[in-house]
């Protein structure tokens, strides 16, 4: 009897538990199974947004200085901000000590072309006296050769006159192209030098353009032609048209310039800073609601739900944002499902119930159609 009674407790302490194994196996397969919402990778049409900033640069900047030495300033004819035309005078140097040469350049072109003209005349005489023994041979071609001489030493100092005269006509400075001088980097009586700083720089045309810096994964949206809206640091906004695209990026800030064309105005001053938003037009892209992307050590990643619903996370690249959605460059295909709530706190591998209202809001028409109201209205299966 007692050993028959200690047999009935060891069944009823066994039965108790396999009960306790298996209510402790259910709670635990009831904690595995997390309730989610779920979204769906889609293919919308975004408009992305794009926004770039840097300096007013005046598209085409012309140096002006000195082409001669060791003259003073004497005049300054223009000054920043004006507007001059091409070959207007912009400064004139002193040429008193200039035109005094000049004037003795002259006094030897008028001395060298008498004795060119006396030479010529004794060379004339003995014209038809060759071997008529009235002159030697040597005597006869030392006159021809000193007319010669004297029609070059002639031809000298008309030479050296015309280079004086081109000197004089630049003791004035002139402005290469119409445009506003930017810069004036001269006094009067400032003493001239060709290897020095430009006494003058100017805007060619008075154009003025956008020297925006926009980051090397952003390049390949923006193409010459395309239209800008460009933001001065006073408010006010111009309509601006990228001109040109640098193929060179930055090294160390991997940055490329982008320039952009502006309307010619009086209050675009180069060196002032503006901003650039570049207009891009609205094409269908695959995205994903923000909330279903969660950052890990690795990146951001998504929460994918396969068949068998189950979590398989995956590294994703991403683009622009826009309105609560944010542009897939890199990840799952369009239809993709996703863990949106409690995502980020599930595992690779995990089992996930998606909640039924989840469910049909990822089952709406893509036009934000609610569903209910299609339910009710009969248009519901």
């Known amino acids: ?103 003795q350049a002259e006094a030897s072109l008028m001395q060298a072309r008498a004795q060119s003209r006396q030479a010529q005349a004794e060379s004339a005489r003995v014209d038809g006296l060759d071997g008529q023994g009235v002159l030697s041979d040597e005597q006869i071609q030392q006159r021809r050769t000193a007319a010669a001489s004297a029609n070059a030493n002639a031809d000298v100092a008309a030479a050296n006159l015309a280079g004086l005269k081109v000197e004089a006509e630049r003791m004035t400075l002139r402005a290469p192209v119409a445009g ?26 008075g ?8 980051p090397e994964d952003q390049v390949d949206r923006v193409h010459p032609g395309d239209k800008v809206e460009v933001t001065l640091s006073s408010g006010i906004t111009l309509p601006g048209t990228v001109r040109l695209l640098s193929r060179r990026v930055d090294e160390k800030t991997k940055l490329a ?10 209050d675009l001053r180069p060196g002032g800073f503006a901003r650039a938003d570049f207009q ?10 923000e909330k279903a992307i969660h950052f890990e050590a690795g990146g951001p990643q998504l929460a994918t739900i396969d068949g068998d619903d189950r979590i398989r996370k995956l590294p994703v690249t991403l683009g622009a944002r826009s309105q609560g959605w944010v542009v897939l460059r890199d990840g799952p295909p369009v239809g993709t499902r996703l863990a949106l709530g409690g995502g980020a706190f599930v595992l690779d591998g995990d089992r996930v119930q998606v909640k039924q209202q989840a469910m049909a ?12 109201a299609t339910a009710a209205s009969g248009g519901g299966q």
Do not use: W
């Not at 154009?207 to 926009?214: G, K, Q």
């Not at 310039?257 to 009086?266: A, E, F, K």
């Open 1 to 103: 009897m007692a050993l028959g009674a200690v047999a009935m407790a060891l069944v009823v302490l066994s039965g108790c538990s396999r009960s306790s194994a298996d209510k402790t196996t259910q709670a635990a397969s009831a904690e595995a199974v997390r309730a989610v919402s779920m979204a769906r990778v889609e293919l919308r049409a975004m408009g992305v947004a794009q926004q770039a900033s840097g300096l007013l640069v005046a598209r085409e900047e012309v140096a002006v200085g000195p082409e001669l030495s060791g003259y003073r300033v004497a005049a300054l004819l223009a000054d920043e901000g004006d507007s001059v035309r091409a070959g207007q005078p912009l400064a004139r140097l002193d040429d008193g000590l200039l035109q005094a040469r000049i004037r």
């Open 180 to 205: 506003v001088v930017l810069q004036r980097n001269v006094r009067r009586g400032d003493v001239a030098s060709p290897g020095g700083e430009a006494m003058f720089r100017l805007a060619r045309d």
């Open 207 to 214: 154009m003025v353009e956008l020297a925006a810096e926009v």
């Open 257 to 266: 310039q982008v320039r952009i064309g502006l309307p010619v105005r009086t």
């Open 280 to 289: 891009h037009a609205a094409e269908p892209v695959a995205a994903v609601p």
């Open 361 to 372: 809001e990822a089952a709406a028409p893509a036009s934000g159609v609610n569903p209910a």
